[in-house]
């Protein structure tokens, strides 16, 4: 483990102290699980395996050949007229998109006190990747987030708590604490209400906006054409009124064909939020056409790569590329259930977090994440490109093993564990040992309160005593009859 | 970084993967949503029931009606300022003069205009998808983007038969629909701006349309 590390386990106890806050999670994101399967079972039926397999097909066929089809992605999309960009790191795609927008304050009309640049943005998780908004706000850039979830969190300083759903954490009274106090809002109970405030206020960013920016959920090569899904109609704004559109994307966003982004568009909002579709799925191909009425001059796309072909590279990890982020994991997994999305520390929280956290922002810092897993495997079965979450995690923790990163004790311990395992004499001495040491300390109900080598486990868990007699005892003694 | 370099990264990054061939249309067909529906009139039915779904309001005419539909449905919403689309069928001039009807304001969009301050705003889609309930609309010089995004409602008129089965069909499709030209934006909406991000209390409105009318043509 080194210094720096990231202390998972402190941040989900914190998360873990109000029993209200993680009854009020687990009801949402059980109902969230049972629409999403709902939801493919009604549409798909006993096909849902298979369009499952088709779409984790699609994404490992885009990978397989991805900078081919980044190359015809790229043909497309600037022979429409618009700009591609690459930034191999965060701080290349930070410096780009920082440059562009100084580009735009440029072009501004000259006038006496034209203000800082304003920029509307969309709900994005490359940009929140690459910590965007804390650059554009350092270099005197005024940055707004537009979907309403992300406006609450950079209204009250948070992080989101959810990939979808950034404030699931919160209820309706903080939101509107959070509104009266920093935005002089009136106090309302009614979600409505609330809504309406964010709407009224954020309808004046967006008609003085200079620069849109947005990520994007698929770049579609066949075509060059950018694919954004939202809900909220704020995508389609800040693709809209601003001269100038910005779109930090993920490389491994790219899909062949038309035809196959249809089976991803497909799975994307079903197994999130049980849609059929988003509300706006907008498809952009270039800059505002000679003779329309509206639409942004100038469209950017700024490729990241970030890490992502070092994890494209490895043999085990890549698989973790396909991952759509609609959030279906996170919903279905019992631990996320009970801490939310906070105490993951990065950008991308629940079971795939703990997979692309460790992989893109190092696995020394976030070395517990990869542990924080009962290896259910409700992540699995709930990912619509059938990513096998607990085989990655294992993997995980098997190179923190061969690093040498895991305790001494531990490692003992399971050295020990494995010996015993492998010979039925050796595990017959353990089990009596066991029985020895352990069986008086069982309570009259049978359960043992604390094991000393385990306290973490049995600080929140009984453990069984073990039985009167064993299983193999009483086969020699009944001679396989067993009665 | 260089372009060049950016793909040589992600290129050698790869070589261990093996290629794939693009599924065929047989195997993409696993996909389609159930139940599948082919005949015209089934087809309509399950359109303007899935609008209804998705929370938009269906409304079923013919293009001798349409003009009288419409002006019901501003009527109904008392709208004073309305944005008009000049695309067939909505080009024809008894439309625009049936719904200025009462002194309200009809007029079809400009070079730079804003719409914050509009009420409705009626345009046309190129399809609609039966599977979802969604419509495909385009940006030209007759609809700019903000028509089913700024005015707090949008009509949007579909023909009958521009209802496509399902997205399969509406995106394989797409290439052959633009080969002249691929619009700058196009946007598949499916239902009125929504959120559900407050305790998941669903309130539509966020920053789009409250209100979408889908009116539905069906060939005389």
Redesign the interface.
């Known amino acids: 483990m080194s210094d720096a590390a990231y202390d998972f386990k402190a941040a989900a106890a914190a998360a873990m102290a109000s029993a209200h806050r993680r009854q009020t999670l687990g009801k949402i994101s059980v109902k969230a699980d049972k629409a999403r399967q709902a939801t493919w079972s009604s549409d798909f039926g006993p096909r849902i395996g298979a369009v499952r397999t088709l779409a984790a097909r699609i994404k490992d066929r885009a990978l397989a050949r991805l900078d081919e089809h980044l190359e015809r992605f790229i043909a497309g999309f600037e022979g429409r007229g618009g700009q591609v960009h690459y930034a191999g790191s965060r701080d290349e795609a930070r410096a780009i998109v920082l440059d562009l927008c100084r580009q735009a304050e440029a072009r501004r009309p000259v006038t006496a006190d034209p203000g800082p640049l304003r920029v509307v943005k969309v709900k994005s998780m490359a940009t929140e990747e690459i910590h965007l908004n804390h650059v554009l706000e350092a270099a005197g850039l005024q940055v707004t987030e537009t979907d309403l979830g992300e406006f609450v969190v950079q209204v009250g300083q948070r992080r989101p708590a959810h990939i979808v759903t950034p404030i699931i954490d919160m209820t309706r009274h903080e939101v509107s604490d959070l509104f009266s106090q920093r935005l002089n809002q009136p106090r309302t109970a009614d979600p409505t209400e609330l809504t309406m405030q964010a709407r009224r206020l954020l309808r004046e960013h967006f008609r003085a906006a200079d620069v849109g920016i947005s990520g994007g959920n698929f770049l579609v090569a066949e075509t060059g054409t950018l694919v954004i899904c939202t809900n909220e109609g704020n995508g389609r704004m800040c693709t809209t009124v601003p001269g100038t559109h910005i779109a930090v994307v993920g490389v491994e966003k790219v899909v062949p064909t038309w035809a196959e982004l249809a089976v991803l568009l497909k799975l994307l909002a079903r197994s999130g939020t049980a849609q059929g579709l988003t509300v706006y799925t907008t498809m952009v191909s270039g800059p505002r056409q000679p003779g329309e009425v509206d639409g942004p001059e100038q469209v950017h796309l700024v490729l990241l790569d970030g890490g992502r072909t070092r994890v494209l590279a490895s043999e085990t990890y890549d698989e973790a590329l396909r991952c759509l982020r609609c959030g279906a994991c996170l919903n279905a997994c019992p631990v996320f259930r009970q801490i939310g999305g906070q105490p993951y520390g990065g950008i991308y929280s629940g079971p795939i977090g703990k997979v692309v956290t460790p992989l893109l922002d190092g696995e020394q810092t976030y070395c517990d994440l990869p542990n924080a897993s009962s290896l259910c495997g409700a992540c699995y079965e709930a990912c619509p490109v059938q990513i096998n979450i607990p085989h990655l995690l294992l993997e995980l923790r098997a190179d923190q093993n061969a690093r040498g990163e895991t305790p001494l004790a531990y490692r003992a311990a399971m050295t020990l564990w494995a010996k015993a395992l492998l010979s039925p004499r050796k595990y017959e001495v353990g089990q009596r040992v066991f029985e020895w040491f352990f069986g008086p300390k069982a309570d009259r109900q049978g359960w043992i309160n604390e094991l000393p080598m385990a306290r973490g486990w049995t600080d929140v868990r009984d453990f069984p005593a073990p039985a009167e007699k064993s299983f193999r005892q009483l086969w020699r003694e009944t001679e396989g009859r067993l009665s | 970084?260089?372009?060049t370099?950016?793909?040589?990264?992600?290129?050698?990054?790869?070589q261990?993967?093996?290629?794939?061939?693009?599924?065929t249309?047989a195997?993409?067909e696993?996909?389609r949503?159930?139940p599948v529906e082919t005949d015209c009139p089934a087809l309509v039915e399950r359109f303007a029931a899935?609008v209804q779904a998705?929370g938009m309001k269906p409304h079923r005419t013919t293009a001798a009606g349409l003009a009288d539909t419409l002006a019901g449905i501003l009527d109904q919403l008392n709208a004073r300022d309305v944005r008009l689309s000049t695309q067939p069928p909505l080009d024809d001039a008894t439309v625009a003069a049936r719904l200025s009807a009462g002194g309200r304001t009809v007029r079809a969009?400009?070079?730079?205009?804003?719409a914050?301050g509009a009420d409705v705003a009626i345009s046309l889609a190129a399809a609609g998808l039966a599977?979802?309930?969604?419509l495909v609309v385009h940006?030209?010089?007759q609809t700019?983007?903000?028509a089913t995004?700024v005015p707090p409602t949008a009509i949007v008129v579909v023909r009958a038969e521009a209802i496509i089965p399902d997205?399969?069909d509406?995106?394989?499709g797409?290439?052959a629909r633009f080969a002249a030209g691929?619009?700058?934006?196009?946007?598949?909406?499916?239902?009125?701006?929504?959120?559900?991000?407050?305790?998941?209390?669903l309130?539509t409105?966020?920053?789009?349309?409250g209100r979408m009318d889908v009116v539905i043509v069906d060939a005389a």
Request: proline share 10%; glycine share 8%.
């Open positions: 970084m260089t372009r370099e950016f793909l040589g990264r992600i290129r050698a990054a790869r261990h993967r093996s290629d794939d061939p693009a599924p249309a195997e993409l696993a996909a949503r159930l899935q998705v969009w400009q070079r730079g205009d804003d914050f599977e979802t309930g969604s940006s030209s010089p700019p983007r903000q995004l997205l399969l509406a995106l394989a797409l290439p691929w619009p700058a934006n196009a946007t598949l909406i499916t239902g009125p701006s929504k959120t559900s991000d407050i305790e998941k209390t309130v409105g966020v920053h789009g349309p």
